[in-house]
């Protein structure tokens, strides 16, 4: 994976028209997408560099996290402190927060999620079913299950990342992904989704599959 086929994948991403109630934060028909955009670019660039062979693929963006930032399973804050355990989103890498995100709390699941994977030095790459908001109509800062279709819809992004990136093993977080992944025609483990409780069932399940034989 390049530079330029980055720039591509996020493109398409971009470029994708998705009904209401679904928000599309990378349009390039927003100004303010923009910084979306590049933060995801870096974050998949500095990725590229660790070279991960897993791919956990969640649910949807929150809207105090990957809505705001751009990037899977993150908020505010881990934008605005020191690089984390791995080396990602510190200071000086260019990630800036979109000036929506001033008194936008953090988004709790992004902070489990990265906690357990320091727990347990395990750095894969994050994504999810539906790329893209999925909140109730009307009502921009609410979350909302995306529907099959809107899962469809972001099916062939977690498939191009699983080419761009030497992706050996797909990771089901949670059961709308579980089935998401499913419906494409691919088996894959399911575990536990670290939102609403989930963290130690969340942390069992990886850990079972590192056991397991799964490749970090």
């Excluded at 399973?73 to 995100?101: C, I, S, W």
């Excluded at 894969?124 to 469809?152: D, F, I, M, Y």
């Amino acid at each position: 994976m390049t530079s330029s086929s980055i720039d591509a994948f996020i493109d398409r991403l971009a470029a994708v028209a998705t009904g209401p109630g679904c928000n599309n934060f990378f349009d390039h028909a927003v100004p303010e997408n923009g910084q979306r955009r590049r933060n995801l670019g870096i974050y998949l660039q500095e990725m590229l560099d660790r070279s991960p062979k897993v791919l956990l693929v969640g649910e949807a963006p929150g809207f105090r996290g990957m809505r705001i930032t751009g990037v899977p399973f993150t908020n505010r804050t881990m934008f605005e402190g020191p690089a984390n355990t791995f080396g990602l989103f510190g200071a000086g890498k260019g990630y800036v927060l979109p000036a929506e995100a001033a008194g936008v709390a953090a988004e709790p699941t992004a902070t489990v999620m990265w906690e357990v994977l320091a727990e347990l030095a395990f750095l894969p790459l994050l994504w999810s079913a539906c790329p893209w908001h999925t909140h109730v109509p009307g009502r921009p800062l609410s979350n909302r299950t995306p529907k099959p279709a809107e899962a469809a819809l972001g099916t062939p992004f977690w498939q191009a990342l699983t080419e761009l990136f030497p992706i050996e093993t797909v990771v089901a977080v949670g059961n709308v992904a579980h089935r998401s992944l499913h419906r494409s025609g691919l088996d894959v483990p399911k575990i536990r989704h670290p939102a609403h409780g989930g963290r130690s069932g969340f942390k069992q399940g990886l850990e079972e599959l590192l056991a397991a034989g799964m490749r970090p």
